[in-house]
């Protein structure tokens, strides 16, 4: 193939069919943890739209560590049929490999569904007491959350580490953990929200600590077959003050390099309502380029990337191995149909949409069709 998009990637023993991901986004439409027959639709779509990786949304492994009532969970042995058979339905209906993301809201917890305004939830709502690294709320109609003591960090661990099993007896191919976006784990690496004075806290290494332990416990977990994944934020954006950048993220994808992770997810910002960035198509790539230049670990690259060409030239040029896409698939569920079109390429179609094939229809109308 002359294509980089529609070309193959191992990782371990996983090789996904061409480099684009469907990236992990919340749809906030679980019951108690629980997935759905909204999942089974939302997700379905995607199993099926030709893409090599569908990651599905953030999963909390811990009731405590879900965004609002309404995520995806692990924490408990109930939620794993509900999953597995949204797995069993995607897998067998697409030739898409499953990922998960697997997630602890921290601070960040406990809050409405953004159509519902996205707001803390009060205890007579529904809301729950949120945890992080340190008594600092995330902003100032948040809730002070409890700092983890070391019995709470192990408990967190372990549950990230219950997750990955419970994951692994659902069928799920592949496991990111989050670590950005100012949740749970990026919490404790950016000092705008780690004002701990233990080995936990203080400078870069010992913020470093909590999230190595946790990514260390899930690979151990999680069968050495199957890849592991971190999503993480290059920076948090806040430059008036002493905050997580770049360099904290080079050094921070090497160590997750030397206890077994596969890739890098790189994102951007969410610790702070104070971060400033200029949004524009592709603004995220050139932090995924420098991970991968300086690690030499995979990554994926993520955030308003659209066009097929776009994509093409951020493997060509060699920012990334991994095209994830959110929004874009939002709107295009068959992204990677037309994407293959334009690059000409072929694509495997399921055979019930044998006949949506290109050369059976829409060839006809001429190149500039479609």
Same mark, same amino acid.
């Given at each position: 193939?002359?294509?980089?998009?529609?070309?193959?990637?191992?990782?371990?023993?996983?090789?996904?069919?061409?480099?684009?991901?469907?990236?992990?986004?919340?749809?906030?439409?679980?019951?108690?943890?629980?997935?759905?027959? !909204?999942?089974?639709?939302?997700?379905?779509?995607?199993?099926?739209?030709?893409?090599?990786?569908?990651?599905?949304?953030?999963?909390?492994?811990?009731?405590?560590?879900?965004?609002?009532?309404?995520?995806?969970?692990?924490?408990?042995?109930?939620?794993?049929?509900?999953?597995?058979?949204?797995?069993?339905?995607?897998?067998?209906?697409?030739?898409?490999?499953?990922?998960?993301?697997?997630?602890?809201?921290?601070?960040?917890?406990?809050?409405?569904?953004?159509?519902?305004?996205?707001?803390?939830?009060?205890?007579?709502?529904?809301?729950?007491?949120?945890?992080?690294?340190?008594?600092?709320?995330?902003?100032?109609?948040?809730?002070?959350?409890?700092?983890?003591?070391?019995?709470?960090?192990?408990?967190?661990?372990?549950?990230?580490?219950?997750? +990955?099993?419970? +994951?692994?007896?659902?069928?799920?191919?592949?496991?990111?953990?989050?670590?950005?976006?100012?949740?749970?784990?990026?919490?404790?690496?950016?000092?705008?929200?780690?004002?701990?004075?233990?080995?936990?806290?203080?400078?870069?290494?010992?913020?470093?600590?909590?999230?190595?332990?946790?990514?260390?416990?899930?690979?151990?977990? !999680?069968?050495?077959?199957?890849?592991?994944?971190?999503?993480?934020?290059?920076?948090?954006?806040?430059?008036?003050?002493?905050?997580?950048?770049?360099?904290?993220?080079? +050094?921070?994808?090497?160590?997750?390099?030397?206890?077994?992770?596969?890739?890098?997810?790189?994102?951007?910002?969410? +610790?702070?309502?104070?971060?400033?960035?200029?949004?524009?198509?592709?603004?995220?790539?050139?932090?995924?380029?420098?991970?991968?230049?300086?690690?030499?670990?995979?990554?994926?690259?993520?955030?308003?990337?659209?066009?097929?060409?776009?994509?093409?030239?951020?493997?060509?040029?060699?920012?990334?191995?991994?095209?994830?896409?959110?929004?874009?698939?939002?709107?295009?569920?068959?992204?990677?149909?037309?994407?293959?079109?334009?690059?000409?390429?072929?694509?495997?179609?399921?055979?019930?949409?044998?006949?949506?094939?290109?050369?059976?229809?829409?060839?006809?109308?001429?190149?500039?069709?479609?």
């Amino acid at each position: 193939m002359s294509s980089l998009l529609f070309s193959p990637l191992a990782l371990r023993g996983l090789t996904l069919a061409n480099r684009i991901a469907v990236s992990p986004m919340c749809t906030y439409s679980a019951e108690a943890g629980r997935a759905t027959d !909204w999942h089974l639709m939302h997700l379905g779509q995607f199993a099926v739209s030709g893409a090599g990786l569908v990651i599905a949304e953030a999963t909390a492994v811990e009731a405590r560590g879900r965004i609002s009532p309404g995520c995806l969970g692990l924490y408990d042995d109930s939620q794993v049929p509900a999953l597995a058979r949204v797995v069993d339905f995607c897998k067998g209906a697409g030739a898409a490999a499953f990922g998960l993301q697997l997630a602890h809201a921290g601070r960040k917890a406990s809050t409405a569904a953004p159509w519902r305004g996205g707001a803390p939830l009060a205890a007579a709502d529904g809301g729950w007491p949120v945890v992080g690294p340190s008594a600092v709320p995330y902003d100032d109609r948040s809730p002070v959350p409890e700092a983890l003591d070391e019995s709470g960090l192990a408990q967190v661990r372990d549950a990230f580490a219950a997750a +990955a099993r419970r +994951a692994d007896a659902a069928g799920v191919d592949l496991i990111e953990i989050h670590g950005a976006h100012g949740y749970l784990l990026h919490s404790f690496l950016s000092p705008l929200s780690n004002r701990r004075a233990d080995s936990y806290g203080g400078g870069r290494d010992n913020r470093m600590r909590f999230p190595l332990e946790v990514a260390a416990a899930v690979r151990a977990a !999680w069968p050495a077959d199957k890849p592991l994944g971190m999503r993480v934020t290059a920076t948090d954006w806040v430059a008036d003050a002493e905050s997580w950048d770049i360099e904290d993220t080079v +050094a921070f994808a090497k160590a997750l390099a030397g206890i077994g992770i596969d890739y890098i997810d790189v994102s951007t910002g969410g +610790a702070s309502p104070r971060q400033k960035l200029s949004v524009a198509p592709g603004f995220q790539t050139p932090f995924a380029a420098r991970v991968r230049a300086e690690t030499g670990l995979p990554t994926m690259t993520v955030g308003l990337i659209f066009p097929p060409r776009q994509a093409e030239a951020l493997l060509e040029d060699g920012t990334a191995d991994l095209i994830a896409l959110g929004r874009g698939m939002l709107y295009d569920p068959r992204w990677p149909w037309h994407a293959a079109r334009e690059l000409g390429e072929d694509i495997a179609y399921p055979p019930q949409y044998r006949w949506a094939t290109p050369k059976r229809w829409l060839d006809l109308f001429g190149p500039e069709a479609g």
